[in-house]
């Protein structure tokens, strides 16, 4: 009749050891709550480059925005580099989807554009002077896409900078 003290045993262990799986759980959740998601890391870095690479193209010689364009852009835990690209769609296409595959196009060489000054002014801030660039961004890729209330399209564009040569 020693049964029902070794049931209540297990019954007891597997009551135990739920609950330290349970805390284990809302451990992880609650190490985890202070992080955020790509796409979220995406939609606040946007705006941040887009407002660094407009007052660039108001103020093209003033090579502190570049450097604080830099030190945004470039990511070196992730080792890669970011910069934001705008496209608009042409007006004298047949469709909308060539319409919006003309934006995308349009954004995704302009935010290669600018990673191509970004890498650049990494090394010398001060050249090239923009408005003159020229190179390649290898494995270059779009890795966030908003639609613009102007019916353009921006893009988030990466590059890892152990791809450039």
């Not at 451990?27 to 995406?42: F, L, R």
């Amino acid at each position: 009749m020693k049964m029902p003290g070794l049931l209540l045993l297990i019954i007891a262990a597997l009551f135990w050891a739920c609950s330290e799986k349970e805390k284990a759980q809302e451990m992880k959740a609650e190490e985890g709550a202070g992080q955020i998601s790509p796409v979220e890391q995406a939609e606040n870095l946007i705006p941040k480059l887009q407002e660094l690479q407009q007052a660039i193209q108001l103020d093209p010689q003033n090579t502190d925005l570049h450097k604080k364009l830099v030190a945004l852009s470039v990511d070196k835990t992730s080792n890669v580099a970011r910069a934001v690209g705008y496209g608009k769609a042409p007006k004298n296409v047949k469709s909308s989807a060539m319409a919006i595959q003309g934006a995308r196009q349009a954004a995704y060489v302009d935010g290669c554009r600018w990673l191509a000054y970004i890498l650049q002014w990494e090394q010398h801030p001060q050249q090239p002077a923009f408005g003159s660039i020229e190179g390649e961004i290898p494995g270059a890729k779009i890795v966030h896409k908003i639609d613009a209330s102007d019916q353009g399209i921006i893009v988030l564009v990466e590059s890892k900078l152990s791809d450039r040569k």
